[in-house]
């Protein structure tokens, strides 16, 4: 699929998005409530935590940074979810090609928001005043080794920090805890034992450090642990201050380190949240209902 610009109209040079998305998405009832259906059995088996919602602006363009775990497919959704139940707001969220290429799939992940995750439609989508949540560490980052969890994999990555300069749009850090707890990791992807994974990795035309681990859940399954999952938002970084820099690759490479360190501090707070937690896993929390005090 090609990421070729279309135009709203032949009366209009503002841009579309990429793939006929839609600018702008409102949710009818029906699919409030069909969000909230399906975001039943999540709730229910990740007991998630939120923290420092209210710091989200309430209105104008938005750009969510956050940690990429291991389950970004589980985690990422449920904060959007609860963003939108509390402030009525959408997280438009940017996706992998491979998502986006797929007939049918395509249609759905737009009709909620969603679209395909290249610059053109993050910086439009600001520019909108809408809500954009990216992670720059993406896949290298969820695929990091099982000595690595909820560490930041930035380097090189500033392409979030300059469309929020561009766009004028507060960044807001989003720390995610959780999604690393769910799996073991049986072998890295690095592992000798991976080789042939990595291979056919490769085969895809995409790089070998995306290799997925081979991972475990709950007992021998797939079925991931029921722990908590952990939230938090942290003040809006004004990126007002770097719109005027003389070398604009300097300004985002200076702004990436300080939504960095945001960022990290969140999940300091989260891990520390977590550890505190009596009811973490689901016999913590049956042993919590059972004896309160």
Not at 238 to 244: G, H, L, M
Not at 276 to 285: I, N
């Given at each position: 699929m090609s990421d070729r610009v279309t135009y709203l109209s032949d009366k209009t040079d503002r841009p579309a998005l990429t793939d006929g998305a839609p600018l702008h998405v409102e949710l009818s009832d029906l699919d409030r409530r069909m969000l909230d259906v399906l975001a039943v059995p999540g709730r229910a088996w990740f007991s998630p935590r939120f923290y420092g919602l209210d710091r989200l602006p309430t209105d104008g363009?938005?750009?969510?940074?956050?940690?990429?775990?291991?389950?970004?497919?589980?985690?990422?959704p449920m904060l959007a979810h609860e963003i939108l139940r509390r402030t009525g707001r959408l997280a438009r969220g940017l996706a992998e090609n491979v998502l986006i290429d797929v007939p049918g799939l395509r249609d759905v992940l737009h009709h909620l928001g969603v679209v395909r995750g290249n610059r053109h439609n993050c910086t439009t989508l600001l520019r909108q005043g809408e809500i954009v949540a990216v992670f720059p560490g993406g896949g290298r980052e969820a695929m990091s080794g099982k000595q690595e969890k909820y560490v930041l994999n930035w380097k090189g990555r500033t392409g979030f920090a300059q469309m929020a300069i561009e766009a004028g749009a507060p960044i807001v850090p989003m720390g995610m805890i959780g999604g690393d707890d769910v799996y073991d990791v049986v072998f890295d992807g690095a592992?000798?034992?991976?080789?042939?994974?990595?291979?056919?990795?490769?085969?895809l035309g995409l790089r070998a450090s995306l290799t997925p681990p081979l991972i475990r859940g709950l007992g021998p399954t797939l079925l991931p642990k029921p722990e908590r999952f952990y939230f938090s938002l942290g003040d809006p970084i004004?990126?007002?201050?770097?719109?005027?820099a003389s070398d604009p690759a300097e300004a985002a490479l200076e702004l990436q380190g300080v939504v960095r360190k945001a960022l990290e501090e969140e999940i300091r707070f989260l891990l520390a949240q977590?550890?505190?937690?009596?009811?973490?896993?689901?016999?913590?929390?049956?042993?919590q209902a059972a004896n309160p005090a």
């Open positions: 363009p938005v750009l969510l940074v956050g940690n990429h775990t291991l389950t970004g497919g589980l985690d990422a592992h000798p034992v991976m080789r042939p994974v990595r291979g056919l990795v490769q085969a004004d990126t007002s201050a770097w719109a005027d977590r550890d505190a937690d009596r009811g973490r896993s689901l016999l913590g929390r049956v042993m």
